[in-house]
Nanobody, 116 residues
Framework: QVQLQESGGGLVQAGGSLRLSCAASGRTLSTYTMGWFRQAPGKEREFVALIRNGGRTSYADSVKGRFTISRDNGKNTAYLQMNSLKPDDTAVYSC??????????WGQGTQVTISS
């Protein structure tokens, strides 16, 4: 059974940086699209970024130029480098994996809190 485990969340001041990791176990995910999503209190989950198996990336407009998604297939891990963080980036960040344009494997999430 495939499992995704996020790490790297925490509390930082506005303007700071964090790097989230998403480690997969149980199966190699090199052919999967990996994505990051977030959910703030009282809001619906929203897309943040994705990286396809060929390396092509997509980002939500709200994080373009500040966040960078990457992957290391040798380590079966995806990353989200978050710079210039804002209080509005506060949320639980979850990673996901899937094939064919949909995500069907999800991690439990990691809390990111940005103080002003």
């Amino acid at each position: 059974q495939v499992q995704l485990q996020e790490s790297g969340g925490g509390l930082v001041q506005a303007g700071g940086s964090l790097r989230l990791s998403c480690a997969a176990s149980g199966r190699t995910l090199s052919t999967y699209t990996m994505g990051w999503f977030r959910q703030a209190p009282g809001k619906e989950r929203e897309f943040v970024a994705l990286i396809r198996n060929g390396g092509r990336t997509s980002y939500a407009d709200s994080v373009k130029g500040r966040f960078t998604i990457s992957r290391d297939n040798g380590k079966n891990t995806a990353y989200l480098q978050m710079n210039s963080l804002k209080p509005d980036d506060t949320a639980v960040y979850s990673c996901a994996a899937g094939l064919g344009g949909s995500f069907n494997i999800w991690g439990q999430g990691t809390q990111v809190t940005i103080s002003s």
